[in-house]
């Protein structure tokens, strides 16, 4: 069952991920993108990371996909202008070079065997749950979570200032 | 036949070709933006997938915080792009 769950979710976030780069249309790619994020958010489900997998569907598709659109309806970027790439053969070396590169790590990944120190049988109790991940995130990774809202203030107003009109 | 590490761990290769094959292939910038959060996305699904299969948060602690800085990147990326296309009229990266 989780086997058939994990073929269709993996199928569906890889043909979302290929239409998004093999589509002229900029609108339909961010929202295959959004289709990709959405079959992720249901491999995390798989690997029991219930807390990550809202997070991610919140900030994703909530926040960064709309923030996408916004800008490219904004800046009416509808259509990709296909056919007039100033490189030649730019497409077939990209495709070769991307494939040769998902070859090596495919190799890598078949080399690599079983995890060392993997431990044995079943996920401890309550793994993944908002409980557990808050307790960690405001005791062991108290630093690097107040480092991230500094790094969250300093984009805001570095937006701010990009996005000004120039007076 | 069950779903193992490497499983999850060859989907997230694919996932990060594709992006990688996007920043090579397109011109228009905001697909190579997207390109980019697909990549960032494939590594966050390799951090859950070795914290699930070595039984400890730490994997999804660190994909928070990817996740924080992906938005980070967005929103300064999308304003970038927005300053130069004031400049240019256009978002094309020749």
């Known amino acids: 069952m989780a086997a058939v769950a994990f073929y269709l979710v993996s199928a569906v976030a890889i043909a979302c991920a290929a239409l998004v780069i093999f589509q002229p249309n900029v609108v339909y790619s961010a929202l295959f993108l959004i289709g990709s994020l959405l079959a992720l958010a249901g491999l995390f489900l798989l690997l029991n990371a219930q807390f990550i997998a809202i997070v991610h569907i919140i900030v994703y598709v909530g926040a960064i996909m709309v923030l996408f659109l916004f800008v490219i309806m904004?800046?009416?970027?509808?259509?990709?202008?296909?056919?007039?790439?100033?490189?030649?053969y730019q497409r077939g070396l990209g495709i070769g070079l991307g494939v040769l590169f998902l070859a090596e790590l495919a190799l890598m990944v078949s080399f690599g065997g079983d995890l060392a120190g993997a431990p044995e049988g079943p996920l401890p109790a309550a793994f993944g749950y908002t409980e557990v991940l808050g307790r960690m995130l405001f005791t062991t990774y108290l630093f690097p979570f107040e480092a991230t809202s500094i790094l969250l203030f300093v984009a805001a107003i570095g937006a701010v200032v990009l996005g000004k009109r120039r007076g | 036949m069950t779903v193992g590490l490497a499983h999850y761990l060859f989907v997230s290769a694919v996932l990060f070709s594709l992006g990688v094959v996007g920043v090579m292939v397109r011109r228009n910038a905001i697909i190579i933006f997207m390109s980019i959060e697909l990549m960032l996305n494939a590594v966050n699904l390799t951090f859950v997938a070795f914290g699930r299969f070595l039984h400890t948060l730490d994997g999804q602690l660190f994909v928070f915080f990817v996740m924080v800085v992906a938005a980070a990147e967005a929103v300064v990326g999308l304003a970038i792009i927005i300053s130069v296309f004031r400049l240019r009229e256009s978002v094309d990266v020749d």
Do not use: C, F
């Not at chain 1, 904004?74 to 030649?88: M, V």
């Open chain 1, 74 to 88: 904004l800046l009416d970027l509808g259509r990709d202008p296909a056919g007039t790439e100033q490189l030649p």
